[in-house]
């Protein structure tokens, strides 16, 4: 009944299905990399919490938010019924179970703060709670619907799967026996003792084989105690162990009743929460870290359960930061309430593997060169990644020539920036290289490019715009990338437009302003909704004239001299630019400032402020009158890696926040970067095509963008690795965000080429 609660996301990657298959059971000692080979201390899955949580009733919910809205608050959530969730890829499921006897004990549940005040059960349900047996519930009384019922149909849902896919990796089953009822006046439980434990033990064989079942005895094998059969040999390996069960208890405090009469756990089904330092060590938990001792651990050998996220908390802000540490750390199970496929309804918030899957090599403790996607036979039935083509702004920069104006401070004057206005900053380049860190995991993982050694050219191209901040990002993400090797940027001499990232510069005469500026939406109704960020804004900045008129002033756009080039007074310029600074300051962290009026100014204000620079790039940058002119070059650019027969795995530009936002604009799609304002395109942040393929030989693209958080990037830039979302695009699959290759490239064709498509296919 533990009550505690990003960022990860779902990518779906596979193998041809035989060939994978042919080899299950049949691994070669003498191949580390053999996925049969892995031991299980060498694997990395993901979990589901309370995973037979259905979810409160909602009348019984509202009036426990009367009563206790922090307790209502951490039982908001549910999950779907355990087969479905194996099948989406968990492959830890947790039980609290609940020794009922005699039966009847739970099967007149009331309000706890009003014992008259009865709850009474659907008929089926109150049929199931008079039998005697162990029962599956979170809290008896207020949260006792369960999406299985009794512990026995839970487990017969388990085994049916496991039956039903005979080649799977090891599923574990966490028990969280119930020992107290904390809520006063709520039903007691019936306390567990060793007697209750061997028919614990005696229900679960009653439903498992012994060929079903990983226990104890089968880890320790000749070794005097399970700790010493661990730490000298690990776990067992995937070939020893697919199709298997095997389950875990949760509390620690169960231990020693558990061991009564079983020492070392000798004839037992389960294996303890053990102390590490205990003779039955082989499984611990460390739901809440440190991260560095579960490594410590995971390096010995012990599997190590931990949490992604507590209470809902993670979930309601959209936070990663936990998620990507516990992954980071190595702890072979990472449990969490929103898994890829159960996303937060209030953020999007949810956790699983950069590339997707069911499981994945430890990032701690697997072999150079091992493969994610070949592990799991679920994961080979499904798409395989192919290449890769990204599209990246820039790191985090220094503020531009009048980005900081003469006539307007803040409270304490302008930072102070060590490099020159527009240059990457030092914080900035640490900030690239965890991006490229994290993207050479990434497509390891997936099989693209190996972990270890130095990327081929034939593998990789890197390219950016000709400004130093874009040369200097793309190289310290190379250097992140690929630490000891020499990777080639390419791009034009410094200061020579490129037509590819800067066609206003490179090309002016395609771009006739007053057209343009025709087809645009107005620029104040634009910001119309963002008065209140306005009004933020004006409680941060000062004028030395006076009042700021820039804030108030009504934004205007018109075509300069030469037709080629927009002119932009009001909001639209100064205010979106003063916002932007500011959040660069403080990701870059420089002293956090306070308001006029003595309010801290931090993530928390900056955030929402970062509205004002998303209208900007909604205005003049994302339509696809200004759009598809802007985004010309690159497009054809893109088409031709996305279907090229021998060019890169990974093809990567560096560029600015307005070489992004017309690709967005021309797809239809909308993003939303946790910490930022819905559209806002920070530093470092990146668009991507994932191209795929299948054994039946379709290709299919998933377009997708990944971000850092400010926290991240301002306190440990060094760890600060992205969050990945799928953005909403009309022409892809809602619930796979797939597209078809011919429909993503129509989508990113010219205007005139979408006619002509249209017209050769007799469309209108």
Not at 167 to 193: K, M, R, Y
Not at 428 to 449: K, P, V
Not at 601 to 621: C, E, F, Q, R
Not at 656 to 681: K, S, V
């Amino acid at each position: 009944m533990t009550m505690y609660k990003t960022y990860r996301f779902y990518w779906g990657v596979a193998l041809l299905v035989a060939p994978l298959l042919a080899t299950i059971g049949t691994a070669k000692a003498d191949n580390p990399l053999d996925p049969n080979n892995l031991r299980l201390d060498q694997l990395q899955v993901i979990g589901s919490h309370n995973s037979y949580h259905s979810g409160v009733e909602p009348g019984i919910l509202s009036r426990i938010q009367q009563i206790s809205p922090a307790l209502a608050k951490l039982l908001d959530y549910k999950h779907p019924a355990l087969s479905t969730q194996l099948d989406q890829g968990i492959r830890q499921v947790e039980l609290d179970i609940y020794a009922d006897n005699h039966g009847g004990r739970f099967s007149n549940p009331h309000n706890p703060y009003a014992p008259t005040e009865k709850w009474p059960l659907p008929p089926a349900e109150a049929a199931l709670m008079r039998q005697p047996g162990f029962k599956v519930m979170h809290i008896p009384d207020i949260d006792q619907h369960a999406n299985c019922q009794p512990l026995k149909a839970c487990l017969e849902n388990i085994r049916n799967w496991s039956d039903a896919h005979p080649h799977h990796i090891p599923v574990f089953v966490i028990l969280e026996i119930e020992q107290s009822n904390d809520l006063p006046g709520a039903t007691p439980v019936e306390l567990f003792n060793a007697r209750t434990f061997n028919d614990l033990d005696a229900t679960i064989r009653s439903i498992f084989s012994i060929h079903n079942l990983l226990t104890p005895d089968d880890v320790r094998g000749n070794a005097t105690t399970l700790s010493e059969a661990v730490q000298a040999h690990g776990w067992p390996t995937l070939a020893q162990s697919r199709g298997k069960v095997i389950f875990l208890l949760d509390q620690r405090s169960n231990g020693p009743l558990y061991l009564e009469g079983h020492k070392g756990l000798r004839g037992r089904v389960a294996f303890t929460n053990a102390d590490p330092s205990a003779p039955d060590a082989a499984f611990t938990e460390l739901n809440d870290g440190p991260v560095s001792q579960i490594t410590k651990l995971v390096r010995k050998h012990l599997l190590v359960r931990t949490r992604a996220d507590v209470n809902t908390a993670e979930a309601r802000e959209g936070d990663p930061a936990r998620p990507n540490a516990m992954l980071a750390s190595g702890a072979q199970i990472i449990s969490t309430d929103y898994p890829n496929s159960e996303p937060a309804r209030w953020s999007g918030y949810r956790v699983g593997f950069p590339a997707g899957g069911s499981v994945r090599c430890n990032p701690v403790t697997s072999p150079t060169g091992c493969v994610s996607r070949l592990i799991d036979a679920a994961d080979a039935q499904k798409l395989y990644l192919r290449r890769v083509v990204m599209v990246m702004r820039h790191g985090i920069r220094s503020a531009l020539p009048g980005q900081e104006p003469a006539t307007a401070t803040v409270n304490g004057g302008w930072p102070k920036w060590e490099v020159a206005p527009g240059d990457l900053t030092p914080h900035g380049a640490t900030g690239m290289r965890a991006l490229g860190q994290f993207e050479r995991q990434w497509l390891s993982e997936n099989g693209l490019i190996s972990n270890a050694g130095c990327p081929s050219s034939e593998k990789i191209a890197m390219r950016s715009n000709s400004e130093r901040r874009t040369i200097a990002s793309a190289q310290a993400f190379a250097n992140g990338f690929a630490p000891t090797c020499s990777i080639t940027i390419a791009h034009q001499p410094e200061g020579t437009a490129d037509p590819l990232f800067s066609p206003l510069e490179a090309d002016p005469a395609r771009f006739d302003m007053r057209t343009i500026i025709s087809q645009l939406p107005d620029a104040n109704e634009m910001f119309a909704p963002h008065k209140d960020m306005l009004n933020a804004l004006s409680n941060i900045v000062r004028c030395t004239t006076g009042s700021c008129d820039f804030l108030t002033a009504p934004s205007h756009i018109e075509a300069d001299s030469t037709n080629h080039e927009l002119t932009l007074s009001g909001p639209i310029r100064d205010a979106s630019s003063i916002a932007e600074a500011l959040m660069l300051a403080y990701l870059d962290g420089k002293p956090e400032i306070s308001s006029f009026s003595g309010k801290r100014i931090d993530a928390t204000t900056l955030g929402p402020l970062s509205a004002l620079h998303a209208a900007m790039l909604k205005t003049i940058v994302r339509p696809p009158a200004i759009g598809e002119p802007l985004s010309r070059n690159l497009r054809q650019r893109i088409i031709t890696d996305l279907t090229e027969k021998n060019g890169p795995d990974y093809r990567l530009y560096v560029g600015h926040d307005d070489t992004i936002a017309p690709l967005l604009g021309l797809l239809d799609a909308h993003i939303q970067a946790p910490g930022y304002a819905a559209d806002e395109i920070p530093v470092g942040s990146a668009l991507g095509f994932a191209l795929y393929d299948n054994d039946v030989g379709a290709t299919f693209v998933r377009v997708f963008f990944q971000s850092q958080t400010p926290q991240d990037l301002r306190t440990t830039p060094e760890t600060a690795w992205p969050s990945l979302s799928f953005p909403s695009i009309p022409i892809c699959k809602a619930d796979t965000h797939l597209c078809t290759i011919d429909e993503l490239l129509f989508a990113l064709k010219s205007t005139q080429s979408r006619k002509q498509s249209l017209s050769d296919t007799g469309q209108k």
